[in-house]
């Protein structure tokens, strides 16, 4: 199946130059998200780790079902103010602006293993604060698992330190 068929671009959105891609008409499509999420999985089947990070929002549609499949953890990485409790917090640039993520300061502890998702790599920007965040618990960034990479923003290359898996490229 054509899982880049089934994603919708929408130009000058959110801003004039932005190319979104819009992945609603993706999840819709039952039988394309459940080839997404097999495609996600067996992407990590020589990985060990202990819990999945999804990064809101998008991360949390592809991580919570990935992490159900495979008998593992979820933790989800929040923007601000919507985790009650301890938070550990970092701020990050975006490619139109910058923002900040949250989790919670016992959502891990010194040496679990975690893989972050979320539907796309950019710039690279969330991706790392959500490392940075990880990493501020102790615990180790396994890889990072993305649906979609803008290859022209070289988000890959500001993860260098990490494993990077993506399912479908888009020049920009």
């Given at each position: 199946?054509?899982?880049?068929?089934?994603i919708r671009v929408i130009e000058d959105?959110?801003?004039?130059?932005?190319?979104?891609?819009?992945?609603?008409t993706l999840l819709k499509n039952r039988e394309?998200?459940?080839?997404?999420?097999?495609?996600?999985?067996?992407?990590l089947k020589d990985y060990e780790f202990d819990y999945i990070a999804g990064v809101e929002s998008r991360g949390l549609i592809f991580g919570a079902p990935?992490?159900?499949?495979?008998?593992?953890?979820?933790?989800?990485?929040r923007k601000p103010g919507k985790l009650p409790g301890e938070i550990e917090r970092v701020s990050y640039e975006l490619e139109y602006g910058?923002?900040?993520?949250?989790?919670?300061?016992?959502?891990?502890?010194p040496g679990d293993k975690i893989v972050i998702v979320d539907d796309l790599i950019a710039t690279g920007g969330s991706a790392k604060a959500s490392a940075k965040l990880v990493e501020s618990l102790g615990a180790e960034v396994v890889c990072?698992?993305?649906?979609i990479e803008?290859?022209?923003?070289k988000g890959?290359?500001?993860?260098?330190?990490?494993?990077v898996i993506s399912i479908v490229e888009y020049d920009h």
């Open positions: 199946m054509d899982i880049k068929s089934l959105y959110p801003e004039k130059g932005i190319s979104f891609k819009d992945i609603t394309g998200f459940k080839e997404t999420l097999d495609r996600l999985e067996e992407a990935l992490a159900d499949r495979l008998n593992k953890g979820f933790i989800p990485i910058s923002n900040e993520l949250e989790i919670h300061k016992d959502a891990l502890k990072f698992e993305f649906l803008l290859t022209g923003l890959r290359e500001y993860l260098k330190d990490y494993d």
